[in-house]
């Protein structure tokens, strides 16, 4: 019974301080008041929507805050509200921040970017795999290795156990390459599952004491793995959108290098300031992280070690998204006005996603209208090149997206299934890129080889690169 009590007494306190840390929580340079109001409201919208329980915004210009600011709840009973103080799950972000250990332990020596995996897990599985797979393979999402998630995840989500070393080891030990590493990209979790065996086993540390050493030390930040957070008040519970009710979904503990590690907005949108000016990596290490990696199938990607390149409306961009179902956190660094911009989103599978939030913030910030190229497309006569099937390797060809060429239109469409009447209507940009109302903020554009040829179609969302599917001719030569 006392313990009740206590219990009760603590939950009122907590409630009662995180509301009063509401009030006075919004950090904003006195020069953005406009800003200010205009990105409240965008805040207020999706909260009054219903289809997320909370949100945090951070947005830095250099070190310097422009505006910070949190929306909705951080518990099932809709008690605790989202303060600036909230830790949210990075997600995927984590892979960036990863990849930056990765990056000052090939400075110090203790790694190089070029050892093979079986060098460095000389336990791993499968040895043939291991000698072609590089360390570079690994962050730059080239490896050719099968994504883990729907295998291993859905075991956890079955029984609550959570995965070892060996279960990870016995799924890539079973599952053969899904392409020759270094020709392809293919965005997959697996590369930094490994990633962060690799840095322990490397330094002998765990990964959090890692992050501890390499970046919470020199730059005063707290990122903690969620096994380290997860009993945290000021965690921020994690949800889930299901049939039009959000309900409440388990952390998943075990993440490490993949999408494990946990920080507030405000933290996260000061990451890139400290990673680019040499507080963390040499600005080198940064230059190689950022550049595009190029591909043996003949083209680049824009992911390069943990990083997504991109433009948001024209701007330049680079940085990271995570989610899983949808995207729950953005962090992208513009640097013609060394600004970064951060949305944390505590909610799975909701429309009201952070890329979403993130986009209609950034076009405040960035002083951009929605796009809409429906009156002002660019015509051509030679529309029939970009005709075809185009497939990531290693995917079922149910989902091969077909380009077709509608003729009454004279127009492209973007579909699964060869009909334009169930695909959506392509805007011709020029130079390959091409626009679809239905996602204002994506670009489609094709990749042409030296004899201009197209080989390639890559999808841009929200303005960074997250596939590339080859056509089909090419892919057909990548499985070979």
């Not at 043996?296 to 940085?319: A, P, T």
Request: hydrophobic share 35%.
């Amino acid at each position: 019974m006392n313990s009740i009590k206590i219990n009760g007494i603590y939950l009122l306190l907590s409630i009662l301080l995180l509301t009063a840390c509401k009030e006075g929580q919004r950090s904003i340079s006195q020069n953005n008041s406009g800003l200010e109001s205009r990105i409240d409201s965008i805040g207020e919208k999706f909260v009054n929507d219903g289809k997320v329980m909370g949100f945090s915004i951070a947005i830095v210009k250099k070190d310097s805050v422009m505006y910070n600011n949190s929306f909705g709840y951080v518990d099932s009973l809709q008690q605790i509200p989202v303060t600036n103080d909230h830790y949210f799950l990075m997600a995927s972000i984590s892979k960036l921040v990863g990849s930056t250990i990765v990056m000052k332990l090939v400075e110090e020596g203790t790694l190089d970017l070029d050892d093979s995996l079986s060098y460095l897990l000389p336990d791993f599985p499968n040895q043939t795999q291991g000698e072609k797979i590089r360390l570079r393979h690994l962050i730059s999402m080239t490896s050719g290795l099968k994504e883990y998630s729907s295998t291993i995840d859905s075991v956890y989500m079955a029984t609550g156990k959570s995965p070892t070393k060996e279960d990870y080891y016995e799924f890539f030990g079973a599952n053969e390459l899904e392409f020759e590493p270094g020709s392809h990209y293919k965005y997959v979790n697996s590369g930094f599952v490994l990633m962060a065996m690799i840095v322990e086993r490397a330094t002998e540390k765990s990964f959090q004491g890692n992050i501890d050493r390499i970046i919470n030390k020199p730059t005063g930040f707290d990122i903690q793995l969620i096994s380290k957070r997860i009993e945290d008040p000021i965690m921020s519970e994690h949800f889930q959108l299901n049939d039009g009710k959000i309900s409440r979904r388990k952390h998943w503990p075990w993440i490490k290098g993949d999408g494990g590690m946990t920080n507030t907005a405000l933290q996260l949108a000061r990451f890139p300031y400290q990673w680019m000016n040499g507080s963390i990596i040499s600005q080198n290490s940064f230059k190689s992280m950022k550049a595009k990696t190029y591909l043996s199938s003949g083209y680049y990607s824009e992911y390069g070690f943990g990083v997504k390149n991109g433009d948001f409306e024209g701007e330049l961009m680079f940085g990271h998204s995570g989610g899983d179902a949808t995207t729950y956190s953005m962090m992208f660094h513009f640097p013609r006005i060394s600004t970064t911009i951060v949305t944390m989103v505590n909610t799975n599978r909701t429309t009201a996603n952070a890329r979403q939030i993130f986009s209609e913030v950034a076009l405040i910030a960035l002083e951009k209208k929605k796009p809409d190229f429906r009156e002002n497309e660019v015509l051509e006569d030679n529309l029939i090149d970009f005709v075809g099937g185009y497939l990531i390797p290693g995917d079922s060809e149910n989902k091969t997206a077909y380009i077709v060429h509608e003729n009454e239109s004279k127009s492209l469409y973007y579909t699964f299934d060869k009909n334009p009447k169930n695909g959506e209507r392509m805007y011709n940009l020029g130079n390959g890129v091409f626009w679809i109302e239905k996602w204002p903020y994506d670009r489609l554009r094709f990749e042409r080889d030296s004899a201009n040829n197209v080989v390639a179609l890559k999808e841009f969302y929200g303005g960074y690169m997250s596939r590339i599917r080859p056509k089909l001719t090419v892919h057909d030569n990548i499985k070979k």
